[in-house]
């Protein structure tokens, strides 16, 4: 099985004003499509591995029968292909609250308000290029922290739940340096809380 672009439920200027199109297009199809097509150069060489589940192979990389250099080529290709698939699924213009979500980070966190500023803030401060998550840990716990590169929190035993890019191809064209802008902006298009 070959890797492919998950299909988009918008346009890419349906998240305007806050990513702008020229952004969305380049980030869908040039950024991610390199990711899908390195993780499929790297899984040519193990066709085994091509029937499994991409998050069982992430959560279990440790023990997969690869030089190391591939390895390191399929957490980064792989990570990247998961990341951003979830990237894109959970943004809309059309928020629609997630009732179940919102009583759990409000059980978690304190309220809605007290867990967007504590993942702005774990986005904002991230050093270099990497994502914000909010996973669920292997307790079924609700977590915040970052991770660098295209790391996967699958690569930790956790599930994802909520991620933003904050490579810096995810908002330069319009945001230049601003990444705090950007983070701010983000939420406006988080279709869930």
Request: hydrophobic share 35%; proline share 3%; glycine share 4%.
């Amino acid at each position: 099985m070959k890797y492919q672009l998950p299909i988009l439920n918008y346009n890419f200027d349906s998240l305007e004003p806050y990513i702008d199109k020229q952004t969305m297009e380049l980030h869908y199809t040039k950024h991610h499509q390199a990711y899908i097509d390195k993780l499929n150069a790297v899984l040519e060489k193990y066709p085994s591995l091509t029937e499994k589940n991409l998050e069982d192979l992430m959560k279990n990389l440790g023990s997969l029968d690869m030089e190391e250099k591939d390895k390191t080529i399929f957490k980064n290709s792989g990570g990247g292909h998961l990341n951003h698939s979830l990237y894109w699924e959970i943004m809309s213009k059309e928020q629609k609250a997630d009732e179940n979500l919102i009583k759990r980070i409000k059980g978690t966190f304190g309220s809605v308000e007290e867990f967007k500023e504590l993942f702005s803030n774990t986005a904002i401060s991230h050093f270099g290029s990497g994502w914000a998550w909010l996973v669920e840990d292997e307790n079924i716990n609700l977590k915040i922290y970052s991770l660098p590169n295209q790391d996967s929190p699958y690569l930790n035993g956790h599930t994802p739940v909520i991620c933003l890019d904050v490579w810096e191809h995810a908002y330069y064209l319009k945001y230049q340096n601003r990444r705090a802008e950007y983070v701010k902006n983000w939420w406006n298009v988080l279709k869930t809380i």
